[in-house]
């Protein structure tokens, strides 16, 4: 298929009819030679497709858009926390660019959220997976014609469910240059900076759309603890901050930051 609307992009797109995971196959053609950065390979139809914490990511062919960006951080590993975020950030400005009239959120550490009147919906989500010392591929997910009754899970959407209009082809040309055209754009300041995300304007970006922030959460930590609380702010290093913790095993008022975890939006009726 052919996506017109990055053709203004310098870089190298690699679009295939079909892939088993658009990460693997960025990955191993990055182990075989030598590939550019920003080269990204793109297909609607990924037939095993995974998320964070080995889920699996599935949709019908040729409704759903997967595309995976090689990037070389180029700066100190510590910073790398920030890469999911800043790939969330690029696809929550695309998707809301393809669906104006929504609600979109970033979800930390790395999925988009549509809200509507059925509550919060996962569109798209974020993978991030280390190739080599200083190469990063980073997949992304997105939801664009599935029908009520094609969602993988009663908590996802689809562009089209709401108002997106066009066939997926259409719809995945727009979203593609979306995201790829902000994730460039956050990349370089990022990289300028050295990895900072105060001084290039990520870390506000990331608050700004965050829809985690101010809410009450609960958090699964490695180990099987859960930390309740509220998500209070965003630190340096990416990490969400979480305040007045309560839970079987832990109970105490003081901030907790979390590095790594799967987080839940709360909801009291």
């Given amino acids: 298929m052919e996506f017109s609307r990055t053709h203004d992009l310098d870089i190298d797109l690699i679009v295939l009819d079909s892939a088993a995971s658009t990460n693997d196959e960025l990955v191993a053609r ?3 030679g030598d590939v550019a950065e920003f080269t990204s390979v793109v297909t609607l139809d990924q037939t095993a497709g995974r998320g964070r914490l080995g889920r699996e ?47 979109v959120a970033l979800k930390w550490p790395n999925d988009v959220l549509v809200t509507s009147v059925d509550g919060e919906r996962k569109i798209s989500g974020v993978l991030s997976e280390l190739v080599s010392e200083g190469t990063i ?65 990520l870390r506000v970006a990331v608050t ?28 340096p290093e990416g990490h969400l901050l979480v305040s007045g913790a309560s839970s079987d095993e832990v109970t105490n008022s003081d901030v907790l930051t979390v590095a790594a975890g799967d987080v839940t939006h709360l909801r009291y009726e």
Avoid: Y
Avoid at 155 to 163: C, D, F, H, I, Q
Avoid at 208 to 234: D, K, Q
């Fill in 57 to 103: 990511w599935v949709s019908p062919p040729g409704k759903a858009l997967a595309v995976s960006v090689l990037l070389r951080p180029g700066m100190d590993s510590a910073h790398w926390g920030w890469i999911p975020l800043l790939a969330g950030v690029a696809m929550t400005r695309a998707v809301a660019g393809v669906i104006p009239d929504a609600s």
């Fill in 30 to 32: 990055a182990k075989d």
């Fill in 137 to 201: 591929v980073v997949g992304v997910g997105l939801n664009l014609t599935l029908a009520e009754d094609e969602l993988p899970v009663e908590t996802a959407t689809s562009l089209s469910l709401n108002g997106a209009t066009g066939t997926a082809a259409e719809l995945a040309d727009r979203a593609l240059a979306g995201f790829l055209r902000e994730l460039h754009g956050e990349w370089q300041r990022f990289v300028a900076a050295h990895g900072d995300a105060g001084a290039s304007g």
């Fill in 208 to 235: 700004e759309l965050c829809g985690t922030l101010g809410r009450e959460v609960r958090v699964e930590l490695p180990g099987g603890l859960e930390h309740v609380g509220r998500a209070v702010g965003i630190d």
